[in-house]
Structure formats: structure tokens, C-alpha cells
């Protein structure tokens, strides 16, 4: 039984008697008039209660598309843009996934709940400590989340079916490059200006890379050894 103060189907704060299933079913009818079309993402996006990721003062906005601030100068990001990374990932049930800037721990409960293990680093301690704590409250057994420079990786747990990136950064790291899986995919924002990126998709053919260069995207700044160098 879980020990939570809040039951995941409990109404978001400031919401009055609406309840966040029906909510979350309407999301996942306005995600699919945008185009997502996998059954597991479109699952997965109606079954995790998104209003316990976002700070309780914003959870009456929890379901809307739009991304919405979790602090530390951070975003969720809007859920048109989870379902369209998890659907572009092409993942598969069983797979094991890293995701680098975890966040909330939000697309890494998606990813799990679509049948993936998780490996999701998160640079910041406040942000790691608290999607932690929420996930495992939660009891999403199979995401493993990990405080650290996510621009190396995570190499001992190496090498992974399929690498997520929710930061845009100026280069692709090579690190995920060379711990991506034969015949993997790695999703990233990437471009030379901040918050102003291109998705791009790597997939991992006997040891070469091809890359797709698919649509403009905005997201908080990688930061780390090979991403954008923190502000001092």
C-alpha cells in the first residue's frame, strides 16, 4: 500500500471537485488530435498522475499544455512535448533508457510506465532528492534516479536501448553516443544558441551514427562537461 498524504487520483489543489482522471483522459484526447498516435505513450500519458510533479501551487494547471515551472529555474515541460520525445524514441517494453535532466521525475515515470527501466540523472540535489522521493512513494520500482553530470552518462550501467535528452545543449555529448546500444536511438535537443534547439535523432547502426534532424525545439540548458558550462 503506499504511503502518500495525497492518492495519485487525488483532485489537484486549487481544482475544486474536478477529477484528474477525467482530466488526464481529456489531455490524452487533445494529445492524440495533435498527432500522437502510440497506444503505449498515449497510455502511459493517461494513466501518471502529472499533478504530483509540479509544485501544489500550479497543480489546478497541471493538465493544461503548457509547461510549468518545478523550480531552480526549471520546467516541466509541456505534456505535448513528452509524448511526442517518448513517442520519437520508438521505445519498446523491456528496454532500458537513460534519461539525462530528469527534472520531477516526470517523463521518467511515462517511460516506466510504458514497460522501460530507467536510468534518470538529475544535476541539481533539490530536484534529485524530491523526484526521488516521489517516485519511490509512488512505487516506480523499475526508475533508478541518479544525481550527476548527465552529459557523461552513466557508464557503469551502460550500454542502453535508447537515451533521452531534456536539455538542449551546443553539441551532442560524445559519451551517450558511445554508451548508446547497437541499433539504439538518442533523442536531444541541440543547437549553437540557447533555448533555441533542433530535436535531433541518432540511431546507432554497426558502431556509426546517422543523425535526423527533426523539428525546433526550446528547453532548459544542458549544463555540464560537454553541454553549456554553468554560470559562475
Same mark, same amino acid.
Request: neutral net charge; glycine residues 10%.
Given at each position: 500500500?503506499?504511503?502518500?498524504?495525497?492518492?495519485?487520483? &487525488?483532485?489537484? &489543489?486549487?481544482?475544486?471537485?474536478?477529477? @484528474?482522471? %477525467? *482530466?488526464? #483522459? %481529456?489531455?490524452?484526447? /487533445?494529445?492524440?488530435?495533435?498527432? +500522437? &498516435?502510440?497506444?503505449?505513450? *498515449?497510455?502511459?500519458?493517461?494513466?501518471?498522475?502529472?499533478?504530483?510533479?509540479?509544485?501544489?501551487?500550479?497543480? &489546478?494547471?497541471?493538465? =493544461?499544455?503548457?509547461?510549468?515551472?518545478?523550480?531552480?529555474?526549471?520546467?516541466?515541460?509541456?505534456?505535448?512535448?513528452?509524448?511526442?520525445?517518448?513517442?520519437?524514441?520508438?521505445?519498446? @517494453?523491456?528496454?532500458?533508457?537513460?534519461?539525462?535532466?530528469?527534472?520531477?521525475?516526470?517523463?521518467?515515470?511515462?517511460?516506466?510506465?510504458?514497460?522501460?527501466?530507467?536510468?534518470?540523472? =538529475?544535476?541539481?540535489? =533539490?530536484?534529485?532528492?524530491?523526484?526521488?522521493?516521489?517516485?519511490?512513494?509512488?512505487?516506480?520500482?523499475?526508475?533508478?534516479?541518479?544525481?550527476?553530470?548527465?552529459?557523461?552518462?552513466?557508464?557503469?550501467?551502460? @550500454?542502453? =536501448?535508447? +537515451?533521452?535528452?531534456?536539455?538542449?545543449?551546443?553539441?551532442? @555529448?560524445?559519451?551517450?553516443?558511445?554508451?548508446?546500444?547497437?541499433?539504439?536511438?538518442?533523442? +536531444?535537443?541541440?543547437?549553437?544558441?540557447?533555448?533555441? #534547439?533542433?530535436?535531433?535523432?541518432?540511431? /546507432?547502426?554497426?558502431?556509426? +551514427?546517422?543523425?535526423?534532424?527533426?523539428?525546433?525545439? /526550446?528547453?532548459?540548458?544542458?549544463?555540464?562537461?560537454?553541454?553549456?558550462?554553468?554560470?559562475?
Amino acid at each position: 500500500m503506499r504511503n502518500s498524504r495525497q492518492s495519485p487520483n &487525488s483532485p489537484p &489543489s486549487g481544482s475544486g471537485h474536478v477529477d @484528474p482522471v %477525467r *482530466l488526464r #483522459q %481529456r489531455m490524452v484526447r /487533445k494529445l492524440e488530435a495533435q498527432g +500522437i &498516435s502510440n497506444p503505449l505513450v *498515449l497510455a502511459a500519458m493517461g494513466a501518471v498522475p502529472r499533478h504530483l510533479f509540479v509544485q501544489e501551487a500550479m497543480r &489546478s494547471q497541471a493538465y =493544461e499544455d503548457a509547461p510549468l515551472p518545478i523550480g531552480y529555474g526549471q520546467t516541466i515541460s509541456q505534456p505535448y512535448t513528452v509524448a511526442l520525445m517518448c513517442e520519437l524514441l520508438e521505445v519498446l @517494453p523491456g528496454m532500458r533508457v537513460l534519461e539525462v535532466g530528469a527534472g520531477s521525475g516526470y517523463q521518467a515515470a511515462v517511460l516506466a510506465t510504458m514497460g522501460c527501466t530507467v536510468f534518470a540523472i =538529475e544535476r541539481l540535489r =533539490e530536484l534529485y532528492q524530491s523526484a526521488n522521493a516521489l517516485l519511490r512513494q509512488l512505487n516506480f520500482h523499475d526508475i533508478h534516479m541518479i544525481r550527476g553530470d548527465g552529459t557523461l552518462g552513466l557508464p557503469d550501467a551502460a @550500454p542502453f =536501448e535508447r +537515451i533521452v535528452v531534456s536539455a538542449g545543449g551546443p553539441v551532442i @555529448p560524445y559519451p551517450l553516443t558511445e554508451q548508446l546500444d547497437e541499433g539504439g536511438v538518442l533523442l +536531444i535537443p541541440v543547437g549553437a544558441q540557447q533555448r533555441t #534547439q533542433r530535436l535531433a535523432r541518432l540511431r /546507432k547502426n554497426r558502431g556509426l +551514427i546517422a543523425r535526423e534532424d527533426l523539428e525546433p525545439a /526550446k528547453f532548459v540548458d544542458l549544463i555540464g562537461d560537454h553541454g553549456w558550462q554553468p554560470q559562475t
